[in-house]
């Protein structure tokens, strides 16, 4: 992926979703100027315009609950920024391992004249599934972890099987992750695998590009260096070597069981769809983001019954992607999940365990909105004094 002199490109970093997506753009935003100085940068707009653009082009807008018109000048504005010199552009953003062949041939039509390349980051799916179902808890849906591994893999195919809590109701939407036999034909099966079905993802894309322009990162198995991920991307980048400071901390925290499954019965008990921007800012981010996240808790993990079937998917992903030929940094055998070092014990929470998280979160809660009270209390005063001294002097002035 070289540059060539006065060339206009730009790489496509399409997720997939789960896979330290977050980490590699936190890497980018960190490093921007020193990136930049090797012919790298990102878009001329803001995170939020991205975030719009990237809406716009793959008709989501509306579900998000966002202007239609900011998110087209967001796109407009991209693009723009793209031709407005050489050099290379990476656009990352999860949302366009979603596009449909429909709308990879608008973006490709609106980048007419521009190299693209687009860019996979993929991970095995012991390790996705849990995390998608935590991601799909803290984006306000309720179905239970069992219910969404149905969905998913299809019925438990050996041993016992996590029940369901006694009565927990099934909303309309999600009912199909508890009566469904076949795998991924339900609506919550089908929205996985939507954004996590690897082979499908490439295909759209390479059927615009060609293949030779699709390039599969794969994630470096638990315990590998902390870099390792940055310098398969940035190879693919054509930044190998390049000094860049990484970010600190983990940029995108995980929940724990007990603290995902706290959150996803608040879920059951709120209507996020009246409100997709409210819940975002106070359950996503601060009752989720802040208070669960911050007491820790046991992993989500797979359940062991699940082991063969997730193994043979990987095998079966590796064999495929090897025979079309694409670009690969690192190793297609780390797709396969590797054998279990140790029993992973029970996974449903215990009741009492529930109730202390609850608790937990809720005394934080409220000392929050202590906090809040006392702020406004004082931005009412100050906001009041300028009123006061104003009429004190009018009454003076009758006098």
């Keep these: 992926m070289g540059d060539t002199v006065g060339e206009q490109r730009v790489i496509l970093h399409i997720g997939l979703p789960k896979t330290g997506t977050s980490f590699v753009q936190s890497v980018l935003r960190d490093n921007a100027d020193t990136l930049a100085g090797h012919g790298v940068r990102l878009p001329d707009v803001t ?4 975030f719009l653009g990237v809406l716009h082009v793959t008709d989501r807008v509306r579900s998000w609950g966002r202007s239609e018109q900011a998110a087209e000048q967001a796109w407009e504005q991209i693009v723009a920024g793209v031709r407005r010199r050489p050099g290379t552009v990476v656009l990352s953003s999860e949302t366009l391992c979603l596009a449909s062949p429909d709308q990879i041939r608008r973006i490709l039509a609106d980048l007419e004249g521009v190299r693209v390349d687009v860019v996979v980051s993929a991970r095995d799916l012991a390790r996705q599934l849990p995390a998608e179902w935590q991601e799909s808890v803290k984006h306000g849906r309720r179905t239970s972890y069992p219910a969404f591994l149905r969905s998913v893999l299809g019925p438990v195919p050996d041993g016992p099987e996590e029940p369901d809590e006694p009565g927990e109701p099934v909303e309309p939407d999600e009912d199909d992750a508890v009566a469904g036999d076949r795998a991924g034909t339900g609506r919550t099966g089908r929205r996985f695998w939507r954004a996590q079905d690897l082979p499908a993802v490439l295909d759209r894309w390479a059927t615009a590009v060609g293949v030779e322009r699709v390039h599969v990162i794969t994630c470096p198995p638990p315990g590998a260096p902390r870099d390792l ?53 106070v ?8 208070f669960l996240r911050g007491q820790g808790g046991a992993k989500v993990v797979l359940p062991p019954a699940y082991d063969e079937r997730v193994r043979e998917l990987g095998a079966a992903w590796r064999d495929e992607l090897a025979g079309r030929g694409y670009p690969v940094v690192g190793d297609l055998d780390e797709l396969v999940p590797p054998p279990r070092t140790e029993d992973p014990g029970a996974q449903r929470p215990r009741t009492g365990e529930l109730l202390e998280v609850s608790l937990d979160a809720t005394a934080e809660l409220l000392t929050e909105v202590q906090r809040l009270r006392r702020e406004n209390s004082r931005l009412r005063e100050e906001s009041e004094r300028p009123r006061n001294r104003w009429s004190r002097r009018l009454g003076a002035g009758r006098r």
């Design 229 to 281: 991920l940055w310098r398969r991307f940035a190879e693919v980048a054509g930044l190998a070597g390049v000094p860049v400071t990484l970010p600190e901390a983990s940029v995108n925290h995980s929940l724990g069981r007990a603290q995902t499954e706290v959150l996803r019965r608040v879920n059951q008990r709120l209507v996020r769809r009246e409100d997709v921007l409210g819940y975002g800012d």
């Design 47 to 50: 995170r939020h315009q991205v």
């Design 283 to 290: 359950v996503k981010r601060l009752y989720a983001g802040t």
